[in-house]
T-cell receptor, first 112, second 111 residues
Framework: DGGITQSPKYLFRKEGQNVTLSCEQN?????MYWYRQDPGQGLRLIYY???????QKGDIAEGYSVSREKKESFPLTVTSAQKNPTAFYLC???????????FGQGTRLTVV | GQQLNQSPQSMFIQEGEDVSMNCTSS?????WLWYKQDPGEGPVLLIA?????ELTSNGRLTAQFGITRKDSFLNISASIPSDVGIYFC???????????FGKGITLSVRP
């Protein structure tokens, strides 16, 4: 079945460590997005990519990095520079010409 | 930056009632989307609107793209317990594929 997969569902890391969250889609969508969700904050855009090998910063990119080497993959690295990394992270994909954001199930990252 | 306003933060209704949610913005959007999110899960797309004035239904859900392109509403008719969740509106300008979300409305349905 076509869809967007995030892994793992839950992730625990020690403070100061970098961690990479996986996002894979087999929908043949050009655009992919990473959002962060905190209680009462809604969804905030971290990074997005419209085509392979290109990506743009969203509203809260500091402390995060991404790569888009393949159309189907858009991994997000939460670096030690991110001051408050504990959150629920959501990945989405969409066709470029007609936006219909499809989300993965999310990764809950806890940094201790 | 662009903001979408959803209020109130929470709504409580009785099973069987209809409920309407608004989403407003000071900016124009070319696409309006409505999502529902269950706890611990990713948002699920309910309705997508692409044209000003467009009225679209999906079962008991109806949404409209405002004529000014600065607002949208979602109506849920004959609510049932499984309608409980957080409802987000989202707007897309199309300029650079950046999608902006409202903060969401948490809906509770009393049986």
């Amino acid at each position: 079945d076509g869809g967007i997969t995030q892994s793992p569902k839950y992730l625990f890391r020690k403070e100061g460590q970098n961690v990479t969250l996986s996002c894979e889609q087999n929908l043949n969508h050009d655009a992919m997005y990473w959002y962060r969700q905190d209680p009462g904050q809604g969804l905030r855009l971290i990074y997005y990519s419209q085509i392979v090998n290109d990506f743009q910063k969203g509203d809260i990119a500091e402390g995060y990095s991404v790569s888009r080497e393949k159309k189907e993959s858009f991994p997000l690295t939460v670096t030690s520079a991110q001051k408050n990394p504990t959150a629920f992270y959501l990945c989405a994909s969409s066709p470029r010409d007609r936006y219909q954001g499809f989300f993965g199930q999310g990764t809950r990252l806890t940094v201790v | 930056g662009q903001q979408l306003n959803q209020s109130p933060q929470s709504m409580f209704i009785q099973e069987g009632e209809d409920v309407s949610m608004n989403c407003t913005s000071s900016s124009i959007f070319n696409t309006w989307l409505w999502y529902k999110q269950d706890p611990g899960e990713g948002p699920v797309l309910l309705i997508a609107l692409y044209k000003a004035g467009e009225l679209t239904s999906n079962g008991r859900l109806t949404a409209q793209f405002g004529i000014t392109r600065k607002d949208s509403f979602l109506n849920i008719s004959a609510s049932i317990p499984s309608d409980v969740g957080i409802y987000f509106c989202a707007g897309f300008t199309g300029a650079n594929s950046k999608l902006t979300f409202g903060k969401g409305i948490t809906l509770s349905v009393r049986p």
